[in-house]
């Protein structure tokens, strides 16, 4: 598994990343085990965990459960902390009566890790200035707790404004933008603006959402009946989507891969794109993944139309 750098970071990444976003407290600990040993076993040395609020009825704290199985597991699986990249999101939800510091410090507590390698600044909220945002996460830096920081869905003017406000602050800039990116949802990472902001920073893209909730693979026309687009299936957005997908499907029969592989080997076939983010709930998804490195250019030109 190749890396590469993040932006001008010390992060050296796997170019593909394991997300947890409502993936671990859904299945059983041995199978969240398995997940973890099969990234490791695949060299995945970038893992990706977020705290949200509960959503099974089951966990024993409100919010934040997930961040307590991403730790266990971890562990269990016996990941290497020093060559793992691990990241996390400032959400701002409880702010300002909980700061950066406390929200991270809260995170890693739950967690059981001393520091983030990672932590992604969602877009802040209204009374929460750029600047002020950018000191905040300079400190998180300064301190030691987390190593670098990105961001995570946001517009192209206000990444630019960042990326300036942290030269003027002497604040790390952010090397990573967390983006949605697929072969329907093109702009958030190619549009002219975005691009200007990817080079004033230097960051690389960590695309996010690349198989469009699963519609891409062509899962939900096979009869699969749960996934991130569950019950949105009849919105006009997904329509575009499912069409691709069977596009998609066909070519991936002829070449011998997944469909899930080929939205994958889009992505990462942009130079702007350091590492791809998926979930997985089994090993073997893990290993359908990977083979998307093996694409090759004149399939990747072929899907991209």
């Known amino acids: 598994m190749t890396r590469k750098t993040l932006g001008g970071s010390e992060l050296e990444v796997s170019r593909l990343a394991l997300g947890s976003w409502r993936t671990f407290e859904r299945i059983t600990r041995a199978d969240g085990l398995a997940v973890m040993r ?69 995170s890693l507590a739950r967690m059981g890790f001393d520091y983030i390698d990672l932590i992604y600044a969602n877009p802040p909220p209204e009374r929460l200035g750029l600047a002020e945002m950018v000191g905040a996460v300079g400190e998180l830096i300064s301190s030691g707790k987390a190593r670098a920081w990105g961001i995570v869905n946001w517009p192209a003017r206000a990444f630019l404004e960042a990326t300036r406000a942290a030269e003027e602050q002497g604040v790390p800039p952010p090397c990573a933008a967390q983006l949605p990116y697929s072969l329907i949802q093109r702009d958030w990472v190619e549009s002219a603006e975005m691009t200007t902001a990817l080079e004033s920073s230097g960051a690389g893209v960590v695309a996010s959402y690349v198989m469009a909730g699963g519609v891409l693979t062509g899962k939900y026309d096979a009869g699969a009946a749960t996934g991130r687009a569950t019950g949105q299936l009849d919105d006009p957005r997904y329509a575009v989507a499912r069409e691709q997908g069977r596009r998609l499907h066909a070519v991936a029969e002829e070449v011998g891969v997944s469909a899930a592989a080929l939205a994958i080997a889009f992505a990462l076939a942009n130079p702007s794109v350091a590492s791809v983010l998926f979930g997985a709930t089994s090993p073997a998804h893990i290993a359908e993944n990977v083979t998307s490195l093996e694409v090759d250019a004149a399939t990747v030109q072929r899907i991209a139309g």
Request: hydrophobic content about 40%; overall charge negative.
């Open 38 to 106: 099969a990234a490791r076993e695949h060299r995945l040395n970038f893992l990706d965990d977020a705290r949200y609020d509960d959503e099974t009825g089951t966990a024993p704290i409100p919010t934040g459960y997930s961040e307590v199985r991403f730790g266990e597991l971890f562990r269990a699986a016996g990941c290497d902390r020093a060559d793992t990249v691990v990241s996390n999101k400032l959400w701002w939800e409880f702010w300002p009566r909980q700061s950066a510091a406390a929200e991270l410090e809260a």
